[in-house]
C-alpha cells in the first residue's frame, strides 16, 4: 500500500506540470506486472487530472490497479480452465466485427438521409389514429400549488378562494399569493401526475391520488406551512393521454417509423444491387 500512496504522490506531482513527458523519458515507467501484462504509469496519468486532493488521486490510482488486476487475473484463470475449444473466439470476433460494420453503416445510411422535420398535422394525424396507445395509467391533472406560512393574516382569505375559478377571485388570489406566499405555481401549465404533485406536500402519493378527480382539492398542513391544491383539469385513468403531454414521444416514435423505413429501403436496394451485378449465386443441387 505504501508503494501505491508514494507512486501515486509521484504522478499527482508530475500531472501539475506542463512538461510531463520529459520525467517519463523514451521508455514508460511500470506500475504494475501480471504474468507478461504490464501497467504503465501513462496509463493512469489521465486518472489524477480530476483528483481535488492528494487522498482523492490515491483512492483513484489504487481503484485502477484493482479493476486492471481483476481483468487480468479473471483472464488468466479463463486462459487456464477453458477448453481449447472454449477459448476458440475467432468465429465469435468475426461475428462481432461483421455485425459492429453493419450496425455503422445503416447508422451512417439513416443520418445522411432522414428527415427530422415533423409537422403538427403529422403529430395530430398520428395521435388521433392511434389513441389506444396513450392510456392512461394513472391520473393526470392540472393544478394551482400555494405554500403559505401558518401565521400570514393572507391565509384565511386565501383559503376562501383558492378554489374559485372567476377572473375576479383568480386576479385578487394572484395579488395575495404573490406578496404573501412562499410558493404559488400552476406547473407552468403542464399535465402532472400525482408523484409530481406528492413531492410538494406533506402528505404521500397515495393520499394525494385520492384527493384527486374534477374540481379536487387539498387542505393540509405541518407544523410550519398550510398547503393548498386545486385541480382545475382532471383526467381518469384508462384515458387516452392529451396530445400536448406526450408530444415528444410521438415525435419519437413518427422519427423511429422513418428509420425502420430507410433500413428497409437499404435492404432492397443492397439486394436489388447484388442481383443485378451478378453478386450472388444460388447454388443448384449436385451443383459445386
Avoid at 394572484?174 to 400552476?186: F, K, Q, V
Avoid at 393548498?228 to 381518469?236: A, D, G
Wanted: charged share 30%; with cysteine; hydrophobic share 40%.
Amino acid at each position: 500500500m505504501k508503494k501505491w500512496v508514494l507512486i501515486t504522490a509521484f504522478l499527482f506531482t508530475l500531472t501539475s506540470c506542463q512538461h510531463i513527458k520529459r520525467w517519463f523519458g523514451n521508455e514508460p515507467e511500470r506500475m504494475a506486472q501480471i504474468g507478461k501484462e504490464i501497467l504503465y504509469k501513462k496509463d493512469v496519468e489521465g486518472l489524477l487530472q480530476d483528483a481535488h486532493t492528494f487522498q482523492d488521486s490515491v483512492n483513484m490510482v489504487n481503484h485502477y490497479i484493482d479493476l486492471w488486476a481483476i481483468d487480468n487475473l479473471l483472464l488468466k484463470k479463463a486462459e487456464e480452465e477453458l477448453s481449447g475449444e472454449e477459448k476458440d473466439v475467432e468465429q465469435d470476433l468475426a461475428d462481432y466485427r461483421k455485425s459492429l460494420l453493419v450496425f455503422r453503416y445503416q447508422k451512417k445510411f439513416v443520418e445522411e438521409r432522414i428527415d427530422t422535420l415533423i409537422s403538427t398535422e403529422e403529430i395530430q394525424s398520428y395521435y388521433t389514429n392511434n389513441q389506444e396507445l396513450f392510456l392512461l395509467d394513472e391520473p393526470l391533472f392540472k393544478a394551482r400549488f400555494i405554500r403559505m406560512r401558518l401565521h400570514s393574516p393572507y391565509l384565511p382569505m386565501v383559503r376562501n378562494i383558492y378554489r374559485s375559478n372567476t377572473l375576479e377571485d383568480l386576479t385578487q388570489l394572484e395579488r395575495l399569493c404573490e406578496s404573501s406566499a412562499e410558493i404559488y405555481t400552476d406547473y407552468g401549465g403542464k399535465w402532472i401526475a400525482a408523484a409530481e404533485l406528492a413531492q410538494d406536500l406533506p402528505v404521500g402519493t397515495e393520499t394525494v391520488i385520492k384527493a384527486l378527480k374534477p374540481d379536487g382539492y387539498i387542505n393540509t398542513r405541518d407544523s410550519l406551512y398550510a398547503y393548498l391544491v386545486s385541480v382545475t383539469e382532471f383526467i381518469p385513468a384508462g384515458n387516452p393521454a392529451p396530445m400536448e403531454h406526450i408530444r415528444s414521444n410521438i415525435r419519437q416514435i413518427i422519427i423511429s417509423k422513418r428509420k425502420q423505413q430507410l433500413l428497409k429501403e437499404l435492404e432492397t436496394r443492397v439486394l436489388k444491387e447484388g442481383w443485378d451485378k451478378q453478386m450472388i449465386k444460388i447454388y443448384k443441387k449436385d451443383e459445386d
